[in-house]
Structures are given as structure tokens and as C-alpha cells.
């Protein structure tokens, strides 16, 4: 067992507002420069929606380090300093500008000074790099206003005027927010396909930096990271990411991101794990088992023997000490809410999600009952809004049980509480329901 220490990040997604306060205060401390105007080391994207830079996901279209063998499960491209150097040429399937978005501005000027006249004077988007008039197509979270049923309320004279039937398929709408950060990944694979080697993962926790003298803007991690958040810089002609805030962690401070979140939904805190286990867990072959092999590398902070590997690996106690207090080790492990953001791209990413329940009005069966009234929820998931399969391809390659069984846990964990709040009986019953007895 070889003990390393992990700086990690949990984010409930039923608190996300989808303000965007965490993607402008991270624009304001990090990318607030020239040749970065496109760059959200933070972004908030719309679910469903295409994500920023726009299609990411789609694995194929950018062989974003990856391939696929003949079962059409991915695998890590065959890497070499030379083949990687030879398809530079080849490659990269990089995202356009297009795909990011042509950062824009507003002629304000000509909202201050236009004479006066029939109509109020209307901004025009500028290009931010060229300066020229410019026609937006295309943004980051362009997703969730193009539909615009987010404008129609219940009660809305439009709601009122359609069918019963599309009126039913109407509400079956969903839409729920998914803030992302680089995910410092266990087994980065964009450190692995840098041909400089200027990327590096720090031996104390874990962070993913790019060393800015050593990058000489191959852009291969751009291609590399399957997540998408590598960006280059055009201006300095070097990559750039999210540094998970050295400076302010080093200090004992967090995240710009987590201390500006208006739902603060974002839990920081250290993961201790078997540095050694990671590869294996990593090359685990069938998609499905990559959730609980990425579990199986944490390693118990309070456990004897792995307090006193820690202490032989020269991690200060302290530092043991703020993993046994971490919020992650809980979340992910003990409670076991907390679900990895695409496990199948086996980076083994360290910023994980606990998958939103809400809206919890059981709308399918139409029954009035909110999905967190258990009895109503269990057997019945695939009546939630958002269906267990779409958050299943988000989280887990698929799998829907561990999604079910995190939702079946939070709605519990809600009934629970929620007597409580309303000053009734305690119903262990509830609780026990879902194994969380004596939590
Ligand atoms: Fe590297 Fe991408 Fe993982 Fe961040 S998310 S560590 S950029 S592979
Ligand atoms: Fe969501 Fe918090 Fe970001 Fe607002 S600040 S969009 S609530 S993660």
C-alpha cells in the first residue's frame, strides 16, 4: 500500500441555482486576461444540454485519448513520445473556437450615446478578439434558454391553452444544472499525453498543474483530457487549467468557486488512497465495475493500519487528521450518496457529484405525492422527473443501480429529516430502510 493524499471536491447538485456566481468569481481571480477570454477553468452547464465546449462528451468525435476496441469499450490510446509527437501533425481533434464560443462584448457606447428615437438604442455583441460587430450563435450554457419552456409557469395562459396530453408530456420536462471543474484526476490523462512533461500531479495532494516553462503549446492535453479542461492560451502559446486554488488551499482557504457558491453545495476536503491500486482499478474492464473500483482505491482515515502507512509515507498528522474530518470520505464512502462524473473515461476523476432528486413531484403517476415520501418512491424511481438513466450515463457508464439506490437514500435521508423538522416522531424504519441505521 503506497498512501497518497488527495484534495477532492463533492458538489450536490439539488442545491445548484445555476447562478453562475462560481464560473464569474473563478473568471475574475484566474482567467481574467487576454488570450483567455473563452476559458471557464469553472462552467455551469444546462442538463441535458450540449455542455461547454459543446459536445465534449462525444468521445469518438474528439478521441480525446481514447479509442475504442472492437466491443466498443474505450481504452487509453497507445501512447510513445514519438507517435504522440507524429500525430501532432494528424491531429489534434481539438474543439474549435467555435465549439468554446467567440467571447463577445456590448457596444456600449452606443447605448450611451444614441439619439433619441422611437426605440430604446439596442447593444450589439462585439467580438472580443476582433473587435468587430458580431453575430452569437453559440455559448457557453447556450442550452438553457433555447427552449424557453423554463419561461412558461405553471398557471401560464400558454400551460393553459394546450391538451391534456401535451400538457402531461410538457411537465415531463426536465432540467437541472452541472457545475464543472478540472477533476484532478487519480490517473490524469492529460499529464500523459503531454509530450514536455509539463504536466504534473503534486506528490502532496494530488493537484494537476501545467508547468508554464515547460509547456511548449503542443496542446496534446487539450486533445488528451476526455473532460475537456485543458485550454490554450492563443496569447502566451501555453496551456492552462483549473489550479484548484493552490494558493488560497495552501493557506487553509477554499476555492474561489466553493466559497462564492450561493447554494453552497460545494464540500472540499482531503482522500487519503493506494496510490499503487490505481492503475488496476483504472483498466478494470467492464464499464459498469468502475464506480466501485474507483471506491475500492480510497483508503479508511481512521483506519489503524492505514493512519500508520500514512505517517511512513511522510504525511504530516495534521493532514491525516483534516481526511478523517473530510465531508468527502462520507459522502463518497459512508453514505455512499456521492457518484464519479463519467467513471469510463478512467482518469479516476476526484471531483465527484451527488445526482439531484428534485423536481420530487411524482408527476408520471400523478398522484400529488412528493417523490421523498418514501413509501411513493420506492419501486417507483422511474417516476421521477429525471429519468435514473440519463443521470446513469452521466455517472455510472450506464449502470442505473447505484444511481437508484443514491436517490432511494437522499429521499430517505429527506423523509427522515423532514419529521424531524416538523417536530414528529424520529422513524428509524426510514432509515433502516436504506441501511443508514445508527448514522
Ligand atoms: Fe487532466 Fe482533464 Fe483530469 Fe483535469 S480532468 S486532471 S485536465 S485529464
Ligand atoms: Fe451552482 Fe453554486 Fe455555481 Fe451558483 S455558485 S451556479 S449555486 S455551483
Redesign the pocket.
Known sequence: MRVMAQMSMV?NLD?????????VTCKQAWTNRSGVEYVWF?N?ESRPGQGYPRTYQNQDRWEGGWTRTRTGRLKPRAGGRIKKLFSIFANPKMPAMQDYYEPWTYDYEHLLTAPAGDDTPVARPKSLLTGKDTKVTWSANWDDSLAGGNEIAAGDPILQQMSEQVRQEYEKAFLF?L?RICEHCLNPSCAASCPSGAIYKRAEDGIVLVDQDRCRGWRMCVTGCPYKKIYFNHRTGKAEKCTFCFPRIEIGQPTI?SE???????YLGLMLYDADAVGKAAAVKDEHALYEAQKSVFLDPHDPQVIAAARAADIPDDWITAAQRSPIWDLIMKYEVALPLHPEYRTMPMVWYIPPLSPVVDILRDTGHDGEDLDNLFGAVDALRIPVDYLAGLFTAGDPAPVTAVLQRLAAMRAYQRRINLGEERDESLAAAVGMTGT
Open positions: 458538489m442545491k445548484c441555482i445555476g447562478c453562475h456566481t462560481c464560473s469553472n455551469v444544472f457545475p468557486c462564492t457558491c450561493v447554494g453552497r453545495l460545494r
